[in-house]
């Protein structure tokens, strides 16, 4: 009996990851109370390169998300711990023939807490069809940083993206109260629109709390006279925006923001995670 491929792929059921972690603070530092995986995505063991704060990497080893695959991250960080995660290399979300593939990160930061959230850039393949959420909740005293990157389609192989669909949502809450709520339909319409992304494919946003004008005058003088950058500061919230042709030059820019506000921020130096230069 001959069988239909797009019936097929539109039951599939695709790969299920969850990814649970939790750090506490400790009189060493901070440590990985919590690790439960299911599915292909999980961490491999903590690093201490500046000393208190643990660094971790998120590891998915197929390599990227197909229609019906579902990555579910939540963190928790207790009051007085210090955790930074990241990614070894970009995330890619492959094309799709109808089933939406799903990604959800949740953070809870603990009053007193410090979390910085430095993965690196999202391919969106074109033909993608992606969900995803992303959602910072912070407790008292508790500090952030964290940003996202998305790259539509791969301009270097010669794809655009003119038949993907992305829903993409971020928010940080303070208090159970919202401090920003931001969400986007990213598709061909948006990417040429000179009001949506003015055909550039890389999008980045970069927030950080609590913040103060010295965080923001920093952001503004590294990003010098760029027209596709934009920075604001709204309750103590740090926003960052910037658009791009190429992924190497917007990362830069937010690593050169990161390293410029960290000191005040977090308190200590900024401490590269060793996976990038790899």
């Known amino acids: 009996m001959a069988v239909n491929p797009e ?5 599939c059921e695709g790969w299920k990851a969850r990814l649970r972690l939790g750090f506490r603070g400790s009189e060493g ?4 109370a919590r690790r439960e995986h299911a599915g292909p995505l999980l961490v491999q063991k903590p690093f201490y390169p500046e000393g208190a704060t643990c660094h971790v990497y998120l590891v998915h080893p197929p390599g990227g998300v197909v229609g019906g695959d579902t990555i579910d991250l939540g963190v928790q960080c207790d009051s007085g711990s210090q955790a930074l995660l990241t990614t070894p290399a970009a995330g890619k979300f492959y094309r799709s023939r109808g089933p939406w593939a799903k990604q959800k990160n949740r953070f809870e930061v603990m009053d007193g807490a410090i979390l910085e959230w430095l ?5 969106l393949f074109d033909d993608c069809r992606v969900e995803s959420r992303t959602r910072f909740e912070l407790a008292g005293e508790a500090r952030m940083i964290g940003w996202e990157m998305v790259a539509l389609g791969r301009p270097a192989c010669n794809e ?5 669909r992305a829903r ?8 159970g109260a919202p401090l920003l709520l931001e969400h986007m339909n ?3 319409a948006m990417l040429a629109s000179p009001c949506g992304l003015n055909n550039n494919p890389l999008s980045a946003t970069l927030v950080a709390y609590p913040a103060t004008s010295r965080e923001l005058d920093a952001a503004r003088d590294l990003a010098g006279e760029r027209s596709d950058f934009g920075a604001t500061l709204i309750d103590r919230l740090l926003i960052c925006r910037t658009l791009g042709q190429q992924a190497e030059p917007v990362r830069n820019l937010l690593v050169s923001i990161w390293r410029a506000i960290r000191p005040g921020m977090a308190g200590k130096p900024a401490c590269e995670p060793r996976v990038w230069a790899t």
């Open 7 to 11: 019936t097929t792929e539109a039951v």
């Open 186 to 188: 990213l598709n061909a």
């Open 29 to 32: 530092g901070t440590i990985l």
């Open 160 to 164: 655009g993206f003119t038949l993907g």
């Open 168 to 175: 993409m949502g971020l928010e940080v809450w303070k208090d």
């Open 119 to 123: 993965p690196q850039e999202t391919i």
